[in-house]
């Protein structure tokens, strides 16, 4: 079937007393998926407190993760003063997938909103899915799968801006990457953790692999110790806290504080000779230059590495 990287689509209801329910999914997905899910939706946490405190704020972030070998998206909305949900005030549409491919579900995300929204009626979000589930496509030309090439979801958050903000440091990453290391991202807002957090695989582009990014990922037990049991990922947190479990990474990037650092443990891996300053000077350079595109940029890389 054309859609088969589709796994499941779920949707949460935040009403008037704040309370957050999963109110409907297809197929049933299991409890321990749910309580993860709702964890990682904008609905709760600080996250959804910081949204409802600006009273103009009327716009979620699209967000993603991955756990094991499955990759979520959702997409949230308010709801002001609707005939079809008079006591919701927030929604939360779910799409479980196979695939990375970001910009791929988020406008899968946006079209079942929308037909939420306009309503209130759970059922409607089936029709598309299955549409795309077996056909590939929705709404007529509105939606494709075969739109979507994966490689433009790869570079779609330029590495570039990385290598600008991180200057001689990126040298550390690229090297944690080219090892199969361990490498946490830190930043308090969840979008600009995304979007950097998923560029990094793009410094070992010959591999392909975005399976090695967790971009969402909490100080919580469960999470941890699903990455302890991982030998090389890239893993986003937007608690600062993860800085003291230095048992889970080699390279620590805090971008609020513009700095990159080694775990004591891992530095005897991280000895920069002469050939690392040379290709994170040209790195840097080459950021910094208008006219080398990103996928000039990520060639240039791809050759380093084989030479």
Known sequence: ????DLIAAGLLEKDENKDILWTWSYPTIDAETVERLTRKCVLSGEAAESNENDAENSTFPFTFGHYGKTWHYIHTAKIDQSEVLPKVTHFS???LTKDFNPEKYETLLSILASAYASTGNAAKLLEPFLKVLTSGQCNGAQFAVKSFDVRRAYIAAPIKDFVSRFGLETILVYTALLLKKRVVVYHPRLP?????ARALPVLVWQRQNWNILYPHVDVDEGDLNDLKSMSTYVAGFTDAAVESRAEIYDIFVNVPGNSVSVAGHAKESFGMGKI??????QMVQQAADDSVSEQLF??????????
Do not use: F, P, S, Y
């Open 276 to 281: 690392h300053k040379d290709i994170a000077t």
């Open 1 to 4: 079937m054309a859609g088969t």
């Open 192 to 196: 600009e953790l995304l979007r950097i």
């Open 93 to 95: 549409v779910v799409l």
């Open 298 to 307: 990520i060639k240039e890389l791809a050759v380093k590495r084989r030479n």
